[in-house]
């Protein structure tokens, strides 16, 4: 059996790439929000900043509060949208 019909039998590959374009979105969704709050935020002028927790706002909420954001993200990821699956080739012993 060539190498190519093995992955289009075994259910692994469709698994991973799954999981590969959930960890894409992911990242877009981080470089998003990132990129919204730093450029969104931090487009006016020093004097006119916010600040939270003695960060400028900008900074707060794209470095800080975004990236605990994505940590939720990942991790409810990671329990509830990856499987398992076995490393091993099915008949290998």
Same mark, same amino acid.
């Given at each position: 059996?060539?190498?190519?019909?093995?992955? &289009?039998?075994? $259910?692994?590959?469709?698994?991973?790439?799954?999981?590969? &374009?959930?960890?894409?979105?992911?990242?877009?969704?981080?470089?998003?929000?990132?990129?919204? *709050?730093?450029?969104?935020?931090? =487009?006016? $002028?020093?004097?006119?900043?916010?600040?939270?927790?003695? *960060? @400028?706002?900008? *900074?707060?909420? =794209?470095?800080?509060?975004?990236?605990? &954001?994505?940590? &939720?993200?990942?991790?409810?990821?990671?329990? *509830?949208?990856?499987?398992?699956? @076995?490393?091993?080739?099915?008949?290998?012993?």
């Amino acid at each position: 059996m060539k190498q190519q019909d093995k992955k &289009l039998e075994d $259910p692994r590959y469709k698994i991973a790439n799954k999981e590969a &374009l959930i960890g894409v979105a992911l990242v877009f969704v981080n470089f998003i929000l990132w990129y919204g *709050f730093a450029y969104g935020f931090g =487009s006016a $002028p020093v004097e006119e900043y916010d600040y939270i927790f003695g *960060f @400028p706002a900008w *900074f707060f909420y =794209s470095c800080i509060a975004v990236t605990v &954001l994505i940590f &939720l993200l990942v991790i409810l990821a990671v329990k *509830f949208l990856f499987k398992e699956v @076995p490393l091993e080739e099915e008949g290998e012993e």
